[in-house]
């Protein structure tokens, strides 16, 4: 058996994550059951998500990108000089779980420098790629699990069954264009062999776990 793993041969032919985000899975918000999320995109290598449409397949929610905007995570950044000396940068980072209805517009920050307290406005923008979230609502993908110390997660049945055959590989190959490869950009401890196993159990969980509607 296992000379027959080390003998699987994946070939990296350059596929980017976004050939597998026209349809994912994510948690609905109101009953937290699962969600199908659609979109377009004019660019299918650097996904940007149009058009898009959620609609859940436990109750009776659903929205568009048009009505319901972003709803996940963001980063407020807040940065101008001092008013009061005029000598310190005032800066300071704040990081929300949902940016809906808008964050904080301001913030008080205490100047090094003269130790005078003023209000800087903050500006806001959508963490799209960062967390295990869903790159048109920035919903938190139904199809993750802790996994080796980190999160192992994707978007809908097909990101998953990529996942499997590259980490079942005993030999990878690559060939096409690299620079955007879903592949080249894994992060070590899901490329580690001493992972397989572990990982690939997890795979198999994810897959239990997949709504009906889905596969």
């Known amino acids: 058996m296992k000379k027959k793993e080390s003998q699987r ?41 149009e058009k898009s449409r959620l609609v859940c397949l436990k109750c009776p929610f659903q929205t568009t990108s048009e009505e319901g905007g972003w709803l996940g995570p963001g980063i407020g950044l807040a940065k101008e000089r001092c008013p009061n000396c005029g000598f310190k940068w005032l800066e300071k980072r704040l990081d929300r779980r949902t940016i809906k209805g808008q964050g ?35 919903l938190p993908l139904w199809l993750q699990l802790s996994c080796c110390g980190e999160t192992l997660s994707a978007y809908n049945a097909s990101h998953l069954s990529a996942l499997r055959d590259y980490v079942a590989a005993g030999l ?5 264009v690299m620079q ?32 009906l509607p889905a596969q």
């Open 9 to 49: 041969r994946h070939v990296d032919r350059g596929t980017s994550l976004g050939a597998f985000a026209s349809d994912i899975i994510v948690v609905c918000p109101r009953c937290a059951g699962p969600c199908v999320v659609t979109s377009q995109s004019e660019h299918p290598i650097l996904f940007t998500p």
């Open 104 to 138: 904080r517009r301001w913030a008080a920050i205490t100047c090094p420098e003269c130790r005078k307290t003023a209000r800087v406005p903050v500006h806001w923008r959508v963490k799209r790629y960062g967390p295990a979230v869903d790159p048109a609502f920035g």
């Open 172 to 176: 990878r190959e690559r060939t096409g």
């Open 180 to 211: 955007w490869s879903m592949f080249s950009r894994l992060p070590k401890w899901l490329s580690a062999h001493k992972n397989r196993e572990t990982i690939l159990n997890s795979i198999d969980r994810l897959q239990e776990n997949l709504p």
